[in-house]
Structures are given as C-alpha cells and as structure tokens.
Nanobody, 118 residues
C-alpha cells in the first residue's frame, strides 16, 4: 500500500505564490514517475507538470510553475509563481510506484485546494 499526502494549498491573491508538497509513503520499491494534476469545477482533470527524468509542463503554466522532487525523501514539490485566477483548482499528486507485492500501480493523493483571487 502506498499513500500520497498533499499539503500547501490555500488562498492567495493574483500574482502571488504557493508551494505544494506531496509526500509518498508505504511499501515503496521504486517510484517510476510523479506528476501534478488539477481539476477546476466543471472541468476535466488536467496534467500540470510531470517529473520522470525530464520535466514537462502544461503550456498554461510554463515559466510560472516549477516541479521538483526530493528522491531521498520521496517528496514531490510544485512551486507556483505569478498565480492567476484561472489556476484555481484542486491539485492532485500522482505517482506510479512499483512495490514488491503489487508490481507497478497508479496512486493519487486526496487533493489540495488552490484558490487565486483577482
């Protein structure tokens, strides 16, 4: 069993910054990939940034968001700068993790709310 726990969301004014964290724990053999997704009300969940060797970003966040990972601690970060009201969403942490018992599986965190006021 693997758990992902996000933190760092909140309310911020447009132009402000937030840093999200996602801590992975449990019977982790190897983390194959980690990523951040978000879902705004009425919208589908969308990919924000991935960390799998190289880093990739959605066009809407390029130059403003930075994904990073502490491999020793199994923590994923998302530094969000120059936030816009359209960044308002629930942000979810995703990981593909290999465990000895279960092989490779996808896991999701519970989500953390980010609200950007204009």
């Amino acid at each position: 069993q693997v758990q992902l726990v996000e933190s760092g969301g909140g309310l911020v004014q447009a132009g402000g910054s937030l840093r999200l964290s996602c801590a992975a724990s449990g019977r982790i053999g190897r983390i194959n990939a980690m990523a951040w997704y978000r879902q705004a009300p009425g919208n589908q969940r969308e990919l924000v940034a991935t960390s799998r060797g190289s880093r990739n970003y959605a066009d809407s966040v390029k130059g403003r968001f930075t994904i990073s990972r502490d491999n020793a601690k199994n923590i994923l970060y998302l530094q969000m700068n120059s936030l816009k009201p359209e960044d308002t969403a629930i942000y979810y942490c995703y990981a593909n993790v290999w465990t000895v018992i279960g092989g490779s599986n996808d896991y999701w965190g519970q989500g953390t709310q980010v609200t950007v006021s204009s």
